[in-house]
């Protein structure tokens, strides 16, 4: 069985203050919950803060990005290892702004999970396609192309580290979700794929998520769905409120 895993992606978000309000709403929230994973991943400068405010909680800490060399000349980058060493569990790899907004290819972010996996942490693959994509049927293509490079090279044992998000761009911040019928196809699609690469079991224990304007009113038939295992919450996971209320749907 999979475990339901609820993540909070806070993006270009908050400040210092703001962050350490947010993790601490949350800790006071959801300090009963343990049947659903929970995780927060605030900007790379709170990410202390945020470990201290979450600390004797069962609230993961997440990073948003990370860099695939360990150290070195790289101006403005975070490697695995700091973030390991700041108590991150999670890092987000291949985010759609990541690819469409700062350039990253699909070779980045495969050397990325498996930079990240080699550390230690758990990436959370995000994968997802245009809406020009989805307009011209190019859906399966695109997911297809960003789920085997993404994860090329990585061996079976490795790949249950990973999460995979399923976060229609078309969908991010938008308002506009993927509906329940949408999200399953997809998900069932990538499910298959995995299958194909590795093997039933793998694809049976790999948890999936879904992101793109989730929140509280939309949570109960999203995880409805057979594949849906989770969610990667943008802007619904500002609020303590909202995404709260949201893991408490899944309980
Ligand atoms: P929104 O929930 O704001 O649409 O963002 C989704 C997302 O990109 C999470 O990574």
């Known amino acids: 069985m999979r475990k339901p895993f609820i993540a909070g992606n806070w993006k270009m978000n908050t400040n210092g203050a703001g962050a350490k309000a947010l993790a601490s709403g949350l800790v006071g929230q959801l300090s009963e919950i343990d049947s659903v994973d929970v995780a927060v991943c605030p900007p790379s400068v709170y990410l202390q803060s945020v470990a201290k405010a979450l600390s004797s909680s069962n609230i993961a800490?997440?990073?948003?990005n990370m860099y695939f060399e360990s150290n070195g000349a790289y101006t403005g980058e975070t490697s695995a290892e700091m973030l390991k060493d700041v108590c991150c569990t999670y890092v987000i790899v291949g985010h759609s702004e990541r690819r469409h907004v700062l350039g990253e290819t699909d070779e980045m972010v495969n050397k990325k999970v498996s930079t990240a996996i080699g550390a230690g942490l758990l990436p959370i693959l995000c994968v997802g396609e245009l809406?020009?994509?989805r307009q011209g049927e190019e859906t399966e293509a695109v997911v297809s192309r960003q789920i085997k490079a993404g994860l090329a090279g990585l061996s079976a044992e490795k790949v249950e580290a990973v999460t995979v998000a399923y976060e229609p761009v078309w969908a991010i911040g938008t308002g506009l979700t993927a509906t329940p019928e949408q999200a399953q196809e997809v998900h069932l699609m990538i499910r298959k794929l995995l299958a194909e690469?590795?093997?039933?079991?793998v694809a049976a224990d790999i948890r999936i998520q879904y992101g793109g304007s989730a929140k509280p009113g939309n949570t109960a038939e999203l995880m409805a769905c057979p594949d849906v295992d989770?969610?990667?919450?943008?802007?619904?996971?500002?609020?303590?409120?909202?995404f709260a209320a949201m893991i408490k749907t899944v309980v």
């Open 197 to 201: 690469i590795y093997s039933e079991s």
């Open 131 to 133: 809406l020009e994509q």
């Open 230 to 242: 989770g969610l990667l919450v943008g802007g619904a996971s500002l609020k303590v409120d909202d």
């Open 61 to 64: 800490l997440g990073a948003q």
